[in-house]
């Protein structure tokens, strides 16, 4: 089956997706905080950012390869963390981690995965991250730190923009609990879903392994907060001083939404910040990130990812035109597992990759370096 004729879009597979999965699993996608406003503040932000066509530019080749962290990388974008995406599709962190070593593109581990670092050992290359939510106690910090690097993760993303839990009512209406509990409601929307269904049987309910030797699993959670939340704390300064100190590698923070935070972390030695507003699931009254994303190019050198609403290649180059070096995306890979299977990451990225490559061409951007705040319509 040709794919790109059947899904030519990321819409195409979140429609598929949401027909194939429980719907407390798809509350769980898409869910934000509160009133989910920042969920449609972040897709209206990007669709005001206007760049301009070209004419009259002649035939050229698109180049789409771009140099990250002392990275060289075939396409612009990588894959975001994603808490519990074994949620959504049995193995679903390996099967992201394999195609993104195969793309030669970054994957992202997250600390609240449903696979732990050991087990993705095997199946990530030379650009996986791993991204932390950080621990309190100073020992387990160090063990995690330890594990994801004798497991191969060279870069470390802290992220820094959860320092209480919110509130997702929609996770809460769907019937989700954590860890998940199979009531007569969730098995009646499990029932509907066989494939889903199916592939979870073979692979057993998920959790959160990487925790798994931390938590005494006697202790008590409100229904929609993670055994994550007994070990977090809410960094500080001191904190970033520290990973910095004891972690051998590049070192992103993750959340960063105010100009005025680039400068302190600038003189801690971060390499690189994440711009973003967690994709709305956080703080329901957060600007947009892609408001922000000007601010903080003007007030910092260090590189800047992007994330929050991408949902084509044409996002992608509005990000970067805005001021990203380079942008992940999480809720399109989901998708692409929940609609195709195994097959759907691998076409997530062809997506992208036809997409910016049609709008590079109308834009008359040969490479991702011509793309500058001058192509935006003001």
Not at 12 to 30: G, I, M, S, T
Not at 40 to 48: G, I, K, P, Y
Not at 244 to 270: F, Q, S, T
């Amino acid at each position: 089956m040709d794919l790109h004729s059947t899904y030519p879009g990321i819409s195409d597979l979140k429609h598929r997706a949401r027909r194939r999965l429980p719907r407390f699993v798809w509350d769980y996608v898409e869910s934000g905080t509160g009133m989910e406003t920042a969920l449609q503040r972040n897709r209206d932000a990007l669709d005001r950012v206007q760049l301009y066509p070209a004419i009259l530019r002649g035939e050229s080749d698109f180049d789409t390869r771009t140099q990250f962290l002392g990275q060289n990388y075939p396409m612009p974008f990588g894959i975001a963390p994603i808490g519990m995406s074994g949620l959504v599709w049995p193995d679903a962190e390996g099967l992201l981690a394999r195609t993104a070593a195969k793309a030669r593109l970054p994957y992202t581990l997250s600390t609240v995965a449903a696979q732990n670092p050991e087990d993705l050992a095997p199946s990530i290359g030379e650009n996986a991250w791993f991204q932390l939510y950080p621990p309190k106690d100073p020992e387990i910090r160090a063990d995690l730190l330890s594990r994801a690097r004798n497991a191969g993760f060279r870069t470390l993303v802290l992220t820094v923009d959860v320092p209480v839990a919110s509130r997702r009512e929609r996770q809460t209406r769907s019937g989700l609990t954590q860890p998940p509990r199979l009531t007569p409601r969730l098995l009646a929307q499990i029932a509907m879903r066989p494939a889903w269904a199916l592939g979870m049987l073979r692979q057993g309910s998920p959790r959160m392994r990487t925790l798994d030797k931390y938590i005494d699993s006697g202790q008590n959670l409100p229904p929609t907060a993670h055994v994550g939340y007994l070990l977090r704390t809410s960094p500080d300064m001191d904190y970033v001083n520290w990973l910095r100190d004891h972690w051998n590698g590049p070192l992103i923070i993750k959340g960063v939404m105010r100009a005025e935070d680039a400068e302190p972390l600038e003189r801690a030695g971060v390499d690189a910040l994440w711009v973003s507003n967690h994709g709305g699931r956080q703080f329901d009254a957060a600007p947009a990130s892609i408001e922000v994303l000007p601010e903080l190019r003007s007030a910092t050198k260090l590189p800047l990812i992007f994330d929050s609403g991408i949902e084509g290649g044409l996002d992608i180059l509005r990000a970067l035109a805005c001021g990203a070096n380079f942008v992940m995306l999480g809720r399109a890979f989901l998708y692409g597992m929940a609609a195709l299977g195994p097959r759907g990451p691998a076409h997530v990225i062809d997506i992208l990759k036809q997409d910016l490559l049609s709008n590079m061409g109308q834009m008359g951007t040969f490479s991702l370096d011509q793309l500058t705040r001058s192509k935006l319509k003001n």
